[in-house]
């Protein structure tokens, strides 16, 4: 059931990005921006938090989720240490990721090479 | 012909997307995206780890995939048939960083690969972690100041 | 004293110099579109051996102008001056080609207005009793234009329906102060036009009205009309530009509707081969022009062209800095004969 659920919520993140990018100026590179400060701004007023409830998946792996998991991370920070865990929390949440795609993007790089598009 | 009204006739005589087939390609292959994201969820679940290392474990796993088919040449593909489905989840996050440090290879690997990996991706860091602290900044006055 | 200039941007030749050579080498794509049987060499694959994109662009341009000159009966010692250029950052496609080929070398930037700009510049060096023998030239490359100008190739962003293709090619022509044709006989050169448009997407629409000015300006310039050419032939406007062309052009009193296509729009099939409104780049006008065109004008199924490349001139900066794109058209006339 949450598969369903997953699949819906994702879908319905992805198209709201793909309206965007078919009737406005707007590019890839700005409804990514803007859907990641989204799911931190929703993140941190707590609007984020049900949707991910419903649709796990469907809701963290957007990059919304990646928004949310950054204010949530930085919120934990400044409980436990104050403005320095504020500093902190946010990136420590991320890190992570930040960390596999430095490294899977290095190798990447060293073991492949750009294909021509044809 | 005024300036403003050529850009408007241009805009009239652009040929128009392909509304119906793009939103329904991004709502499929951005929902597939997030389905294998939560198989990958349950999955990890059953090793007893706790949320927070699900989730993550799971985000790394998504964008070893996504660096994946970027590194074989076939995220680009995806990309075109999915629009946004492919870019708003975190494996496009991996694709604009991969991609870069793909092609800037001939560039070297100080000047080429390190130095350009970020060159897409940057923003999303910059303001993610940005936003984020400024967050935790906000919810120190207003819990603590309050 | 300008004794060869005709109305305000036009110039008569009065020495017309005669086209004695061409060469075309393309890429697998275009190898495989509409027009693959008139280039000369077609690639099996577009890195040529090299380790770059750029280098790969670089030994292209050569091997055409080596091939141009080859077919004309000369070597490259016998060639006065290589009026070239190309989309890099510096024009380095032409200038690394420079180096090989030690002719006196005057590098251009028109971007895809190249060919008609280094052969009106050409023409203008063997009418004016400058030189013997020219090479005019340009490349372009689609993967080495795409990392400059917009994304790493394995980036999976959604092209626009407005968005080209830069052609992977290069096209090279000699010009000869001696010969028997086909000739270069007018050179209208363009203004540049810019009427506000921003999206880098779209260039079509944002080089029309530059084609437009100076096709207008032609005709106005040498009396002649529509009619009198059998082919009219812009660089890459593509189809959106094709058509924004067509219809201002008609609203302005001349009806191209027979006579006129574009470069872009011939060289690939659009549908087939998923190039959106179709192809551009400098090569786009070279290959096309130095393959088609000249190939029907030897057998006289195209006796009087008028070929106008078009180039934007903007850069990734200057888009990113809010500039909207300046177009260029340069146009040339090419006749079989000199009545």
């Not at chain 1, 420590?92 to 190798?107: D, K, L, N, Q, R």
Request: some cysteine; overall charge neutral; charged content about 15%.
């Amino acid at each position: 059931m949450e598969y369903i659920k997953a699949f819906i919520v994702g879908g319905l993140i992805c198209v709201i990005g793909q309206i965007l990018l078919d009737t406005t100026k707007l590019t890839p590179a700005h409804i990514l921006v803007s859907f990641l400060v989204s799911g931190v701004v929703l993140g941190a007023i707590g609007l984020y938090e049900p949707i991910v409830k419903f649709g796990e998946a469907g809701a963290t792996v957007p990059i919304s989720g990646f928004g949310y998991s950054l204010s949530k991370g930085a919120i934990e920070g400044a409980k436990a240490k104050g403005i320095v865990g504020a500093f902190m929390g946010g990136l420590e949440a991320a890190a992570g990721g930040i960390s596999a795609a430095i490294i899977f993007g290095y190798i990447m790089a060293i073991v492949s090479n750009p294909k021509t598009k044809n | 012909m005024t300036n403003k009204e050529y850009q408007q006739y241009v805009e009239r005589k652009k040929p128009k997307p392909t509304y119906f087939k793009n939103t329904l390609s991004a709502f499929i292959v951005g929902g597939l995206i997030c389905l294998l994201g939560q198989i990958i969820r349950n999955f990890l679940f059953r090793f007893g780890l706790d949320e927070k290392t699900v989730s993550t474990a799971t985000s790394i796993l998504l964008i070893f995939l996504g660096s994946f088919l970027t590194g074989l040449g076939i995220y680009d593909k995806i990309g075109k048939v999915g629009g946004a489905g492919a870019a708003v989840p975190i494996t496009g996050f991996a694709n604009s960083i991969v991609s870069p440090a793909m092609e800037f290879k001939r560039e070297g690997f100080i000047f080429g690969v390190a130095a350009r990996m970020f060159s897409i991706a940057g923003p999303v860091l910059v303001y993610g972690i940005s936003s984020s602290i400024i967050v935790g900044i906000l919810y120190l006055l207003l819990t603590r100041g309050g | 004293m300008a004794i060869k200039k005709i109305g305000k941007q036009t110039v008569k030749l009065q020495n017309p110099p005669s086209i004695i050579g061409t060469a075309t080498i393309v890429g697998p794509k275009e190898g495989e579109g509409p027009l693959k049987d008139y280039f000369d060499i077609v690639l099996e694959d577009d890195m040529w051996g090299q380790e770059s994109f750029e280098k790969a662009e670089a030994k292209i341009q050569e091997e055409a102008i080596k091939l141009a000159i080859s077919n004309a009966n000369l070597s490259t010692s016998d060639i006065d001056y290589l009026f070239s250029g190309d989309l890099l950052n510096q024009i380095t496609s032409s200038s690394y080609t420079a180096r090989q080929l030690e002719i006196p070398y005057f590098g251009l930037y028109g971007a895809c207005s190249t060919m008609t700009e280094s052969l009106s510049l050409g023409a203008m060096a063997i009418d004016g009793g400058f030189a013997n023998y020219v090479v005019c030239a340009t490349s372009s490359h689609f993967s080495s234009a795409e990392r400059q100008f917009r994304f790493p190739l394995e980036y999976g962003a959604q092209r626009p329906l407005t968005s080209q293709w830069t052609v992977t090619g290069a096209g090279a022509t000699v010009l000869s102060a001696t010969g028997n044709g086909p000739y270069i006989t007018y050179i209208t050169t363009g203004k540049i036009k810019d009427y506000g448009i921003t999206d880098a997407n779209n260039m079509g629409s944002a080089m029309a009205p530059a084609a437009i000015d100076t096709i207008t300006q032609h005709f106005q310039d040498t009396g002649y009309s529509p009619d009198d050419y059998d082919l009219i032939i812009t660089g890459d406007l593509a189809a959106v530009g094709k058509k924004i062309l067509l219809d201002l052009m008609g609203k302005k009193g001349y009806d191209l509707s027979k006579n006129y296509t574009d470069c872009g729009v011939k060289i690939f099939d659009g549908v087939e081969q998923d190039t959106h409104a179709g192809g551009s780049g400098c090569a786009c006008a070279a290959v096309v022009f130095n393959g088609y065109i000249y190939k029907e004008m030897i057998k006289g199924n195209l006796n009087r062209v008028l070929l106008v490349a078009t180039g934007a001139l903007h850069s990734p900066i200057s888009t990113l800095q809010g500039e909207s794109i300046p177009g260029i058209a340069h146009a040339v006339t090419i006749d079989n004969s000199l009545n």
